[in-house]
């Protein structure tokens, strides 16, 4: 009975077991599991079957990358080469600029040379030129700079040109200033003294073909201006040529004094009013005295109440008399420069003791001698 109770039991047992296992697995995950199976078949069936419209397809869009991508390398070029075209046209530019600049150098560094001709002129006519560097600061190796990055520097180049041009016309705007200033006042002084100022005309005479403007050959304004200082240096020239010929120097030096003037005074021998014609400077015995400009010896000896005496016949038509001398230094007809020594201080003919007696004549008619004397000392501390 309990082994048969037993049995049964145990084929129970089992039974409930096998029928656990086969419960593992529940359809719906069987049949989702199918489902998805049998899409993916269809999907690679339908891809296999469309697969030569999707390589088609794929080819195209590649291909339009590619073509795409070949004409945006070609544009690269394309800009490349313009860059390089630009390059070029620039350091074709830059030498052009330079080469202008170096031809604009060798014509200023020929003004540069002639200014200092004319400065060195000025200079012996006593005028200084403010202004002007040395020659040596602009020479053909250091009138074309070199920037930083080693390429030449254009506008650095065109400052060291301005500048060197900038002094010349400086510089010859201050001799020819200075030289028509001074000439101006010669002119003026001695046309107050009635003596007339020769200065050389300029010479404007110029010709030639009527012809056709090039782009070259253009005149420099400089070297205009170099020959209007040139003229101007003449002029002046000739004017201080004027100042040595004119009798407005003092014929006498060292100690003296002047002890008479010029116009009506109490006679030294009868008291009464009587017309001095001249200046007396009062000196030593045998003091020098000097022609009072440029001329020649027009008269030497004696004339009534002068004693001894010695005249001077200027360019100008002036003549200058120097009386009551003790000796004579020149003869008739010599030719003497402003500061000549002619004769000797005295006290010949009507005089009261050693003097000069210097007169300045025009014609028959005394002049003034002050009015000379103090132009000359204005004229000499103007030059």
Same mark, same amino acid.
Request: hydrophobic share 40%; charged share 20%; aromatic share 6%.
């Given at each position: =009975? /309990? ?49 030569? $419209? ?9 291909? =339009? ?5 070949? $004409?945006?390398? @070609? ?60 020659? $040596?600061?602009? $020479?053909?190796?250091? %009138? ?20 060197? =041009? ?18 101006? #006042? %010669?002119? #003026? ?40 200082? =040139?003229? @101007?240096?003449? /002029? ?6 004027? %100042?040595?010929?004119?009798? %407005? ?93 002619? @004769? ?6 009507? #005089? ?32």
């Amino acid at each position: =009975m /309990r082994s048969q109770a037993s049995f049964g039991r145990s084929d129970t047992g089992r039974k409930d077991v096998g029928t656990q296992k086969r419960q593992g697995i529940h359809p719906a995950l069987f049949y989702s599991m199918f489902a998805v199976l049998l899409a993916g078949n269809a999907l690679l069936g339908t891809a296999f079957l469309l697969s030569p $419209d999707i390589k088609k397809l794929l080819s195209g869009q590649n291909d =339009m990358v590619i073509e795409a991508y070949e $004409d945006r390398i @070609a544009q690269l070029r394309v800009e490349v080469d313009r860059l390089h075209s630009r390059s070029y046209a620039q350091a074709g530019d830059m030498n052009l600029q330079l080469q202008e600049l170096a031809q604009q150098q060798e014509v200023l560094l020929e003004q540069h040379q002639l200014v200092r001709v004319l400065v060195d002129k000025a200079g012996e006519l006593g005028i200084e030129a403010a202004g002007l560097a040395s020659s $040596d600061n602009h $020479d053909t190796a250091s %009138i074309a700079t070199i920037s930083a990055t080693g390429n030449p520097d254009v506008d650095a180049t065109a400052s060291a040109v301005a500048q060197m =041009m900038g002094e010349t016309q400086f510089a010859m705007t201050s001799i020819a200033e200075t030289a028509t200033t001074r000439t101006n #006042s %010669i002119v #003026s002084e001695l046309s107050d003294l009635g003596i007339r100022v020769d200065l050389p005309t300029l010479q404007d005479g110029v010709g030639g073909p009527l012809l056709a403007a090039t782009a070259e050959g253009e005149v420099s304004q400089a070297i205009d201006d170099a020959n209007a200082v =040139m003229a @101007a240096l003449v /002029r002046y020239k000739a004017a201080r040529e004027s %100042i040595d010929a004119a009798p %407005i120097h003092m014929p006498i030096s060292g100690n003296y004094r002047q002890s008479s003037g010029f116009g009506n005074r109490s006679d030294p021998f009868s008291g009464r009013r009587a017309f001095h014609s001249g200046l007396d400077f009062a000196a030593s015995k045998g003091t020098p005295v000097f022609s009072a400009g440029k001329g020649v010896v027009s008269f030497v000896g004696s004339k009534p109440g002068y004693g001894n005496v010695v005249e001077v016949t200027h360019a100008n038509g002036l003549v200058t008399r120097y009386a009551h001398l003790s000796s004579f230094l020149s003869e008739k007809g010599q030719a003497v420069n402003t500061g000549t020594p002619i @004769a000797k201080v005295g006290s010949t003919g009507r #005089s009261t003791g050693p003097h000069l007696h210097f007169e300045v004549r025009d014609g028959d008619n005394a002049i003034n001698p002050k009015a000379f004397l103090e132009t000359g000392k204005r004229l000499l501390a103007l030059l």
